[in-house]
């Protein structure tokens, strides 16, 4: 039996979802990054159910989705720096990494057994009116089969996980197209551990210059304190060759501006060189091209704003490890 599709906006449909998360299902949300798998993030037995309908290693850490910054404070512990980034940015596209507050109700099988947790209050509307009806944080990872890429239509969900979860709900295509920006705070300290949705310059221009990732969050010991930043994340399963000016014989183009005509068989992830229309196309072409071709050439994307993260999602997807 597959998942039934309810459209995000309609309040029956909404208070269904609520229903299913409350009593420990898995529900489908929009958000405006890419689409979420939801579980009560106060269960450890529907994030069980969560990390088996995925696949996923157990050791990876989820974000909680929250409604308002209140609540998240009752999770994490903010420091004047992470409220400073935590008003500014949401909601919107921006995962804090926080040491768990002593009273928090976010499982530990959610936190992955870590110290810490990663919040995040989604600028999709749907969500946050789901989040509130449950009356918890929601953990939700994309709602992709682990390895895949990462689902911006309600369709995608549908493809991938549809005979494993409970219901969809369909937002329309997801606006920002890459999955938030994560970065962990310690004290007036903040560290970049997945370039994502929202641009570094952006946060550094309130922030200051932010940390690269040192041992202890690429996890010197067993458990990788940021497993997103493992390689083979994102694994499409057609062979990707980066920074290509053309389409070799048997290659798909996937194009970035108006470039030369290539005459091979493609897309273009923007045809004006756009970088928010690539990172929302990203994923939605990545598929596309997967499951007609064996091979991909990729033009150059820039490494300025949002390039930071399409480059790292696509190094990700070209790694065959
Ligand atoms: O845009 C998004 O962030 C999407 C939508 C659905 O909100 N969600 C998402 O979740 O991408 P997920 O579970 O696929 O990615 C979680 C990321 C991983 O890179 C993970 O390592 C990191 O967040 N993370 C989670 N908890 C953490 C923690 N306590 N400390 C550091 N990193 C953490
Ligand atoms: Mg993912």
């Known amino acids: 039996m597959t998942a039934p599709v309810l459209p995000a906006a309609d309040p029956a449909a909404g208070a269904r979802a609520a229903e299913i998360l409350r009593a420990g299902g898995l529900v489908a949300m929009p958000t405006e990054t890419v689409y979420g798998l939801a579980a009560d993030a106060t269960n450890p037995r529907a994030v069980a159910r969560l990390f088996e309908a995925k696949g996923r290693p157990r050791f990876n850490?989820?974000?909680?989705?929250?409604?308002?910054?209140?609540?998240?404070?009752?999770?994490?512990?903010f420091s004047p720096l992470a409220e400073m980034l935590a008003r500014r940015f949401w909601p919107g596209p921006l995962t804090l990494a926080l040491p768990a507050a002593p009273v928090g109700r976010i499982s530990e099988l959610a936190r992955a057994g870590l110290p810490t947790v990663a919040l995040r209050m989604p600028a999709h509307r749907a969500a946050r009116v789901l989040i509130d009806r449950c009356g918890v944080p929601l953990a939700a990872p994309s709602a992709n089969p682990s390895g895949e890429p990462s689902p911006t239509t309600a369709q995608h969900v549908a493809d991938g996980l549809g005979g494993r979860i409970d219901l969809i709900l369909d937002g329309g295509p997801c606006a920002v197209g890459l999955e938030s920006t994560v970065i962990a705070v310690e004290g007036q300290r903040a560290t970049l551990l997945r370039p994502g949705g929202l641009a570094r310059a952006e946060i550094e221009a309130v922030a200051g210059p932010l940390a690269a990732p040192d041992e202890r969050h690429t996890g010197g010991g067993a458990a990788p304190a940021s497993p997103g930043m493992l390689l083979r994340h994102y694994a499409p399963r057609a062979a990707l060759r980066l920074n290509a000016a053309a389409a070799e014989p048997g290659e798909a183009f996937l194009g970035f501006g108006p470039g030369p005509a290539s005459g091979?068989?493609?897309l273009n992830l923007s045809p004006s060189g756009d970088l928010r229309e690539a990172a929302a196309n990203l994923f939605a072409h990545l598929r596309a091209l997967d499951a007609a071709h064996g091979r991909i050439a990729v033009a150059p994307v820039p490494e300025t704003g949002l390039g930071e993260a399409i480059n790292d999602r696509l190094r990700r997807a070209a790694d065959r490890g």
């Open 61 to 77: 850490p989820l974000i909680s989705h929250v409604a308002d910054l209140e609540k998240a404070m009752a999770e994490g512990l």
């Open 264 to 266: 091979a068989a493609g």
